[in-house]
């Protein structure tokens, strides 16, 4: 089993939709949680934290279920800008603060 | 501000080839150093890193090496190149474990 397992999309909207990413890890002894967003043959680069009690940055709104080991991404109302890969990543402090990175899941927000 | 160099951004090489992709950070002290792979397709992999001069810790066997011979600077080495060594390398820094990482902007390595 993957330690961060993503569904690789893509993911097709139309602008303006709102679309939802999830993310299931399995160390359950994970304590920091983030999205990444990498444009193509690009870096990865820190879009939010994810907090246990949610929280949200502008259209952006990240969820955390430490009981079910599951942490979400909603996006709303879809730029064409927001086309990318979102990258779904854990770390502990076990590991040295060593992140894991999920595979990403692909967004195309069409016209 | 804190900022991240990472040179080549491009490189291609030949099989058997020696490697050296440097890394260096400014405007902190301290930090953490990371090395990671994409492979064409796939996600990131930790290679090495680095809590202090010195100090390398491998995450998986390879055909690679690293060094840290200054507070801020970071190397990625290899003897002789494979045609698996191919790939997007990373490197990036964290001082404070609920910040993430900041990743330089990569060097796209093309063995042939």
């Known amino acids: 089993r993957k330690e961060v397992e993503q569904d690789p999309g893509p993911f097709n909207v139309p602008e303006g939709a709102t679309v939802a990413f999830n993310c299931t890890y399995s160390?359950?002894?994970?304590?920091?949680f983030f999205w990444y967003r990498q444009d193509c043959r690009k870096e990865p680069k820190l879009l939010m934290s994810?907090?246990?009690?949610?929280n949200e940055d502008g259209r952006f709104t990240a969820q955390l279920n430490r009981a079910s080991q599951y942490i979400s991404l909603l996006i709303r109302d879809s730029k064409l800008s927001d086309s990318a890969t979102y990258l779904c990543?854990?770390?502990?402090w076990g590991g040295g603060n060593k992140l894991t990175f999920g595979t990403g899941t692909q967004l195309k927000v069409e016209l | 501000s804190q900022t991240i160099h990472q040179w080549p951004a491009t490189l291609v090489q030949p099989v058997g080839s020696p490697l050296s992709l440097e890394c260096t950070v400014e405007?902190?002290?301290?930090?953490?150093l990371y090395w990671y792979r994409q492979a064409a397709g796939r996600g990131l992999q930790l290679l090495f890193y680095?809590?202090?001069?010195?100090?390398i810790s491998s995450e998986v066997p390879q055909n690679l090496s690293a060094s840290r011979p200054q507070d801020r600077q970071f190397i990625l080495s290899s003897k002789k190149l494979l045609l698996s060594d191919s790939g997007f390398y990373l490197c990036?820094?964290?001082?404070?474990?609920?910040?993430?990482?900041?990743f330089g902007s990569g060097t796209r390595l093309t063995v042939v």
């Open positions: 990036a820094w964290s001082t404070v474990a609920n910040y993430g990482y900041t």
């Open positions: 405007g902190t002290s301290n930090p953490n």
């Open positions: 680095s809590v202090g001069i010195g100090q």
């Open positions: 160390n359950s002894a994970s304590q920091s």
């Open positions: 994810v907090y246990s009690s949610g």
């Open positions: 990543v854990v770390s502990w």
